[in-house]
């Protein structure tokens, strides 16, 4: 956290203090509210996207399922009668009215069919791509091979001619015959164009076996034009509003989609599909280059792919979903829905609520200022006083508020301004007082004769007077102080004092007329006596030594002298003593009996 210093919070004013972080959190918990209802409706989006898309191909793969089921199941129908013999492919003498009813039972498909393998004979009945009225049409040896059409009426049966053609048919060279013999089962052709619509077609075959299983009889087929049916029912989804469904094969040609461009470039049969690729429509094609560039081509994606992306700088919802029939189908349903077909409602939600906040701000702001000011200006008035007290005006008086709050700190401070009065009334007298008190102490410590000081326990000068410095040489104190630095090596002559003189001091407190010799300014030494004492804290540490010095050297000189004195009183009284000692012993009377018998001896007798 960032901490501001203490002059600039100090200038920060209380309406501000009170202002500021309000709309602080104001702006904060409306953002963050924001930020959440926007979260939420994208949420809300991705969700819906997501049930839209599963729901959207989920229909589109049904109606695939059912839309390509149909044809083989017609395809059933028509072996089995071929085999019997029910179907006259050959001749095309019978078997119309079958596929007639099959044609008006499924109007998705285009062309009901056999083809015989013995000659390449052609029987089936189409749905004619003009009028949508079902015919009949047949080639074999009757007709030359070339494809004749007869109308049929609401029995199935055929009425007149309507037109013949001009090229031979030989329907074993057909894809969906060739297709079916190929795989010996069931299955789909590629996408080709139809012999007799010029439509692009898509077939479902079978092959007709005998009854042994080994004899090819022949192949029926079921045509579904390509993509009108489906493609309608994909128009008709509900894609979002700009939203695209498309169906592509394994290679990228496009099976089917909810526009209305071609699927097919070219004329005839050099017509080909288009590549999803190369759509003119641009949500197609930007979506099938998006595929391709994330899995590397079409025939990669093998399980449900739900995705996003962004085309031109806008996000993109998309589901692709692989589609088998389990007869050689394989293609990829593929549905995309921009993101803005679900944000526009949100967006319009978010801009609402960013006005209905900006106006719940600025609703906010007023109050918040009108508060500030009401519950400011009676502390303003409270600030104001206090600044006087603190300039030295103590009379002040505040008035009363409506804010209980306020009223109570205004008759706290009216209380505290009348004690300030009465305690700075009594301060002064104790000032006065205490004024008069240093000034003693400071005449008494400046014109004191002995010596004054204040040192560390570690031997540094704190404090000290002017006859301190006098005793010991120096100009003034503060030479002394600044010479001094050690007071055990440039004041004590002997350590073995000092120490003495600092352990008593520490395990006593006070030490009393202690003597000793003592170093001046040039190296002389004098004697001085101490009186000291040690000032502590509340836990008993020392914090620094105080007393008095007293030069006492001519006292020492003269108990000198009296020493010397009485020493020779001494030995002069000695002597006197013995002088008087003798005189007594030679005026006794034993003395003087000795001295007549010494008298009356010979000396020279007596050493012989």
Request: aromatic fraction near 8%.
């Amino acid at each position: 956290m960032v901490k501001l210093p203490l002059k600039v919070i100090q200038q920060i004013s209380l309406r501000k203090a009170l202002i500021i972080p309000l709309m602080l959190e104001i702006v904060g918990i409306v953002g963050i509210v924001g930020y959440l209802s926007f979260r939420n409706g994208q949420q809300a989006v991705n969700s819906l996207a997501a049930q839209l898309r599963q729901e959207l191909t989920a229909r589109i793969e049904r109606e695939l399922q059912s839309y390509f089921e149909t044809p083989h199941e017609i395809n059933r129908l028509n072996a089995a009668a071929f085999a019997r013999g029910e179907l006259d492919i050959e001749n095309a003498q019978f078997g119309e009215g079958q596929l007639y009813q099959q044609m008006k039972i499924a109007p998705t498909v285009a062309f009901a069919y056999c083809g015989n393998a013995r000659k390449g004979e052609f029987f089936g009945v189409l749905r004619s791509p003009d009028t949508g009225h079902l015919q009949l049409s047949y080639g074999n040896a009757s007709n030359n091979f070339l494809r004749e059409y007869y109308q049929l009426d609401v029995n199935g049966d055929r009425t007149h001619l309507i037109r013949g053609s001009d090229t031979t048919y030989d329907a074993r060279s057909r894809p969906w015959f060739s297709a079916a013999t190929a795989v010996q089962s069931a299955t789909w052709t590629d996408i080709y164009i139809a012999f007799s619509t010029g439509l692009p077609n898509i077939t479902a075959s079978l092959p007709v076996y005998d009854k042994s299983g080994r004899q090819l009889l022949g192949v029926c087929g079921t045509d579904v034009v390509l993509p009108e049916e489906f493609r309608s029912f994909l128009r008709n989804l509900d894609i979002g509003m700009t939203g695209q469904a498309f169906v592509v094969n394994r290679t990228g040609h496009l099976i089917s989609n909810s526009t209305d461009e071609p699927l097919m470039k070219g004329e005839g049969n050099s017509a080909t599909s288009l590549l999803a690729v190369e759509s003119q429509d641009n949500l197609v094609r930007g979506t099938a280059n998006y595929l391709v560039r994330q899995f590397g081509g079409f025939e990669n994606i093998d399980v449900v792919q739900r995705l996003d992306f962004r085309l031109n700088g806008k996000r993109q919802f998309l589901e692709v979903v692989p589609f088998q029939d389990g007869f050689g189908l394989d293609w990829l349903i593929v549905v995309v829905v921009p993101e803005a077909d679900f944000i526009g409602q949100i967006t319009a939600n978010t801009r609402t609520t960013i006005v209905l906040c900006i106006i719940a701000l600025g609703i906010a702001l007023a109050i918040t200022m009108f508060t500030a000011r009401l519950m400011t200006r009676p502390i303003v008035r409270i600030a104001s006083a206090s600044e006087a007290i603190a300039e030295g005006d103590l009379n002040q008086h505040i008035e009363s508020s409506t804010l209980a709050e306020i009223n109570r700190l205004a008759s706290s401070f009216n209380s505290m301004s009348e004690q300030l009065q009465g305690s700075f009334h009594l301060l002064e007298s104790k000032n006065e007082a205490l004024r008069i008190a240093e000034e003693t102490y400071r005449g008494i410590f400046e014109n004191a004769l002995e010596g004054i000081f204040q040192a560390t326990p570690d031997g540094q000068l704190l404090n000290i007077n002017a006859a301190m410095a006098r005793i010991y040489g120096y100009v003034s104190p503060k030479e002394m102080m600044r010479t001094v630095t050690d007071i055990s090596t440039r004041l004590f002559v002997n350590q073995d004092e000092r120490d003495h003189f600092q352990n008593h001091l520490q395990t006593s407190g006070e030490v009393k007329a202690f003597e000793c010799q003592s170093i001046q300014k040039d190296g002389s030494i004098i004697w001085v006596q101490i009186d000291a004492c040690a000032v502590k804290n509340n836990t008993g540490i020392n914090l620094y030594y105080e007393g008095i010095v007293q030069d006492i050297s001519d006292r020492k000189k003269r108990e000198g002298i009296l020493r010397r004195q009485l020493a020779e009183l001494k030995v002069e009284i000695d002597q006197n003593k013995r002088e008087k000692d003798v005189k007594q012993i030679t005026q006794s009377s034993y003395f003087q009996e000795i001295k007549e018998d010494i008298a009356q001896i010979n000396l020279d007798e007596f050493w012989e």
